[in-house]
Every structure is written in structure tokens, then in C-alpha cells.
């Protein structure tokens, strides 16, 4: 078996700087930290967490809530929050709400019993009435992706998702957009507003029917939707849909009516995932920053329960930025 002197031998530093490193309690260079962590990789070295647990009081577990892994953007932000934690020697321990506050209650309850070095609340649907549960946990919480009215007393870092929605507006209107319609999920609110606020700030506010719902934010309740808003503003020159799942179903919709994208109708996305990059013609997309929202919430929470102090309140709010693709054109 590998041990902690092996591998303070292999890098060249004391058992102790080695130490340093696997708990992160201390700060070391990032030269030395990078040599160990070599060193780690190249002998197969795999500390012994139960001993760790005891010397330090540290689970070295991190809780995540989201509301589910079958939605893309969810998925991404998992992926990112573990490696994060990886590289700081942490595991992530995984809960997901399925959109049922009740279900959101137990796994918040038994969580708030568990000892967990930190918590991290993905998302804000169906969780925003039961965080008085975690008024009085001992370890840090920290919300991201978070698109409600942020909640006091808990930091967040999140995306600036009415900035979002305004760059798409702002997009279109440079290519001389005039007619646009949204195709929004019941959650996507704000973005919505951003995307309203583009066209209201030239002084051609969007009727309150260009704005379409999806009561169901999928691909079909998209499609039953677009085709809709479509039929009653066929002089609609643009779409912009609030998630890419609900821009592919205006991309079809569009197909069904013979309407070409991008000639006859620009469409403008928002989250960058999967479904966007395989559809055809690839998306003009909000892109959102998910790594870097994911190592912000790590690094505050991880940050707060090394000084056994609560995290700073202070929201954080990180820009997106729009890629254009092959749906946006100059309208004709």
C-alpha cells in the first residue's frame, strides 16, 4: 500500500506538506502543490478518508441538490462541481429533487443530520420555501444557478440570466429585427424580461401575446407552442426561445410551416447545451459560464468551512455571453 511518506518522498517534500495538500487546511505554493499532486497521480496514492475524518473533523463530503440529471444544463453543472471538488480532494454527494418539494423537505432534512463539509443548492425550483430548513446547519450552504428572487442570508453565485436575455434582444435587433416572439418556460421569467427590455429600449416594446409559455418546457410542449405563436405572428421575423430544448422545437415548428431558418425566421437560444449543438442549423446561443460558477460556489463553500465561519452573503453574479450561430440572420 501506497503511503503519505511514499509520496512525500516521490515529490521531494516533508509527509507534513503532503498532508498540507491532501486536506487543503494550509496553503501550499502552487510549484509544490503541483509536484505532490504528480506525485499522488504517479503512485496510485489513496488517502485513507476514515483516519482523515477522525484527525480533522472533515468529512471531506460535499453535498449538491439539483432538480434533476436528465436535463442537460443540470448534468453539466454536476459534472463541473465534482471535478472542482476533486481537485481539492472532496466527494460530492448527490441529491436530486425531481421538481417534488416534498421530496425536496426529506433529502433537505436528512442532509441538514448528515456530516457533510458543505452544501451546494443547484437550481431554485421547488426549493425556495423550504430553505428555513437549513437556518441552523453547521456547515456552509451556498446556492448557484439560482433565477428566483435570491433569498437572504444565503450567498449565491449565479448568472446574470436578464443580461441573457437581453443579449439575445440586443442581437437581434442589430440584425434589424422589428417582429420577435419568445417561447419561455414557466421558470425562465427573467430572462424573458431581459429579452423585452432589448426591444423596449428602442422604443418597440413586444406585444404581451408575443410572449408564449410552454406549460411543459420540453421538447413536444415546445413544439404544441411555437407551432401556436407561429400560426397567430406570421409576419414574426424572430424567435428567441428561453432554454435549447425549446429552441429546437421552434426550429421544427418552423420546418412544419415552411418557414427556413434562418432566412425566413432567425431563432436565438440560451444555456449552450447538447440538444443546441445537434441541431440544424447550429444555434445563435446565450452561452452561461458553468465551470466558472461551479468552481465560485466550491471554492466559497470549501473557503468558509476551512475557517468554520459562514460564507459572505454577498451575491455574485456572473455574465453569459452570446455565441452567433447559423439560426440569426439580417432580416429581409
Not at 448568472?159 to 416572439?181: I, S, T
Not at 414574426?236 to 432554454?243: D, G, I, V, Y
Request: aromatic share 4%.
Amino acid at each position: 500500500m501506497v503511503t503519505m511518506q511514499d509520496v512525500a518522498e516521490r515529490a521531494g517534500v516533508t509527509k507534513q506538506t503532503v498532508s498540507n495538500v491532501v486536506t487543503g487546511r494550509v496553503t501550499v505554493r502552487p510549484a509544490t502543490e503541483a509536484r505532490v499532486r504528480a506525485a499522488i497521480a504517479e503512485l496510485g496514492y489513496v488517502p485513507n478518508l476514515v483516519a482523515r475524518s477522525l484527525a480533522t473533523g472533515s468529512s471531506r463530503t460535499v453535498g449538491l441538490f439539483v432538480p434533476t440529471v436528465s436535463a442537460p444544463f443540470y448534468a453539466d453543472v454536476v459534472e463541473e462541481v465534482e471535478d472542482a471538488l476533486e481537485e481539492r480532494g472532496h466527494r460530492l454527494l448527490l441529491c436530486t429533487t425531481r421538481l417534488d418539494g416534498e421530496r425536496a423537505r426529506r433529502h433537505l432534512a436528512g442532509l441538514a443530520a448528515r456530516s457533510v463539509d458543505a452544501l451546494l443548492i443547484a437550481g431554485d425550483q421547488g426549493l425556495t420555501g423550504h430553505l428555513p430548513l437549513l437556518a441552523d446547519v453547521r456547515f456552509p450552504v451556498v446556492l448557484c444557478a439560482w433565477e428566483a428572487a435570491l433569498p437572504d442570508g444565503f450567498p449565491v453565485v449565479t448568472v446574470d440570466y436578464e443580461h441573457g436575455g437581453h443579449l439575445a434582444g440586443r442581437h437581434l435587433r442589430a440584425l434589424g429585427h422589428e417582429r420577435a416572439l419568445v417561447l419561455a418556460s414557466p421558470a425562465h421569467t427573467v430572462r424573458t424580461a431581459g429579452f423585452r427590455r432589448a426591444f423596449r429600449e428602442d422604443g418597440m416594446p413586444l406585444p404581451d401575446d408575443a410572449v408564449r409559455t410552454a406549460a411543459d418546457p420540453t421538447f413536444r410542449g415546445g413544439l404544441a407552442a411555437a407551432l401556436e405563436a407561429l400560426r397567430d405572428h406570421p409576419d414574426a421575423t424572430a424567435l428567441f426561445a428561453t432554454h435549447d430544448v425549446l429552441a429546437v422545437a421552434a426550429l421544427e415548428a418552423a420546418r412544419m410551416l415552411g418557414r427556413s431558418v434562418p432566412d425566413g425566421l432567425s431563432v436565438v437560444a440560451h444555456d449552450d447545451t447538447p440538444a443546441g449543438l445537434l441541431s440544424g442549423p447550429a444555434l445563435t446561443t446565450v452561452v452561461l459560464p458553468k465551470r466558472e460558477m461551479a468552481r465560485q460556489a466550491v471554492g466559497l463553500a470549501l473557503g468558509a468551512a476551512s475557517r468554520g465561519a459562514r460564507p459572505d452573503p454577498r451575491p455574485r453574479l456572473l455574465l453569459p455571453a452570446l455565441v452567433p450561430g447559423e439560426s440569426t440572420a439580417p432580416v429581409r
